[in-house]
């Protein structure tokens, strides 16, 4: 559900796709050059997988200046998707980039939000390694030159791209040599630290990482 600012179900904020358990379950973005436009990416979790990657469209003008959901609701982007998504600025300093990955497939893929909304025909970039349905977190680095990737079941991997912010593409992709069941990763502001959390479904315990990416 999305709400408004009087903490309310926005009119037509009910019955977005996504799932409660997913990784990364929402991310807002703002449309470029819009003041009112925001855009709400869902994505699946691994029990509810076939609902994939998602956007809906918030214009704030509506219900009085407390916003609904227009008729773009739920649009389709990726049909199976894992519970990853993130934004990562363009480099020319206003559009952004929502890189996701697809399950059942060896691919990332990146769609272009500009003023003219979303563009729905992917950038395709080979992931590492084939991965089936997968939890843990996709991130970018501040500077949108690196995107890292987790995968908390099945494969207990964690990878580290560059990643083009003007066209899009991951590339040069560098695996670390732990296995852990790995879930949350952050870069540090300068982008030479990355900060990783391994996850044990069946107690508390778990481990913070640091790993110079120098």
Same mark, same amino acid.
Request: charged share 20%.
């Given at each position: 559900m999305v709400? #408004?600012?009087?903490?309310? !179900?926005?009119? #037509?904020? %009910? *019955?977005?796709?996504?799932? #409660?358990s997913s990784s990364q379950s929402a991310i807002i973005v703002k449309k470029p050059g819009s003041s009112n436009t925001y855009y709400i990416f869902t994505v699946d979790g691994y029990t509810g997988w076939d609902q994939g990657l998602n956007y809906s469209e918030v214009d704030?003008?509506?219900? *009085? *200046?407390?916003?609904? =959901?227009t008729l773009n609701k739920n649009i389709s982007l990726i049909q199976y998707a %894992? +519970? @990853? !998504?993130t934004?990562?600025?363009h480099d020319n300093g206003s559009d952004f980039w929502i890189v996701s990955r697809a399950d059942y497939s060896s691919e990332f893929q990146s769609f272009l939000? %500009?003023? #003219?909304g979303v563009d729905d025909t992917p950038i395709i970039s080979n992931s590492l390694s084939y991965q089936g349905a997968t939890s843990g977190y996709l991130r970018a680095?501040?500077?949108? %030159? @690196? =995107?890292?990737v987790c995968y908390a079941w099945f494969a207990d991997e964690l990878e580290v791209y560059d990643f083009d912010n003007q066209t899009g593409v991951l590339s040069n992709p560098v695996a670390s040599q732990d296995m852990h069941r790995f879930y949350?990763? +952050?870069f540090s502001p300068d982008g030479n630290l990355l900060y990783a959390t391994s996850w044990n479904h069946y107690s508390a315990n778990g481990k913070v990482m640091q790993y110079d990416l120098n």
């Open positions: 709400y #408004n600012k009087n903490h309310t !179900v926005m009119p #037509n904020g %009910s *019955g977005l796709l996504g799932h #409660n704030m003008s509506l219900d *009085g *200046g407390l916003g609904d =959901i %894992s +519970e @990853k !998504v934004a990562v600025r939000l %500009s003023s #003219n680095s501040q500077d949108g %030159s @690196k =995107i890292a949350g990763i +952050e």
